[in-house]
């Protein structure tokens, strides 16, 4: 309840300060685990991706987000988990697993605020491999401008997201060859 409540408020926020533009919707399947993967150059996009996917998302971010009680404990209502950055999270890695059972998990590849493509986790070619859960991938454009770094408030601007799914992984493939395909998935839209 608290998720399809914050996903609606977060709709209707976004929609006063911008255009959006939104693409292969119809690639989500109706039930079953996924993983979505997108690039990520605003603290928006979580947010955005969220309300534009069909389904409740679980969403990985990092544990600095979770310090104030409260928010954290917000966060974790509305299907966030805490990852420590700068190493593997076995704990994060398990319940991620758990999740992509029956259940869809959004994760930023790229592990950080970048426009660039040119460091990336392998985090999602890991969780790809062990649980075989279909990929699907998400670039999004303009929230770098509503939201830049740095900005406390939302600018008038354009968002433009294309969702699209990561065909061609194979079951030889390495976790470092699955994630790169998945970014090269991403830029190429």
Do not use: W
Request: net charge positive.
């Amino acid at each position: 309840m608290t998720y399809e409540i914050c996903k609606a408020l977060c709709f209707l926020i976004v929609k006063l300060f911008c255009k959006i533009e939104v693409r292969g919707r119809e690639v989500f399947p109706q039930k079953g685990p996924f993983i979505l993967a997108s690039n990520h150059i605003s603290y928006l996009d979580p947010e955005v991706v969220g309300m534009l996917c069909p389904r409740q998302l679980n969403y990985l971010a990092k544990e600095e987000l979770f310090q104030n009680k409260v928010f954290g404990a917000f966060l974790r209502k509305i299907n966030v988990i805490p990852i420590k950055r700068g190493h593997v999270d076995l704990h994060v890695l398990r319940l991620s697993l758990k999740i992509l059972e029956n259940k869809p998990l959004l994760i930023f590849p790229q592990g950080t605020r970048a426009t660039n493509y040119d460091s990336f986790k392998e985090g999602v070619g890991f969780l790809y491999k062990k649980s075989r859960a279909p990929v699907i991938v998400a670039k999004v454009y303009g929230t770098d401008k509503v939201l830049p770094k740095g900005a406390k408030f939302l600018k008038y601007g354009k968002i433009k997201v294309i969702f699209s799914k990561v065909e061609g992984l194979e079951d030889q493939q390495t976790r470092h060859q699955v994630t790169a395909k998945v970014i090269e998935t991403i830029k190429s839209l």
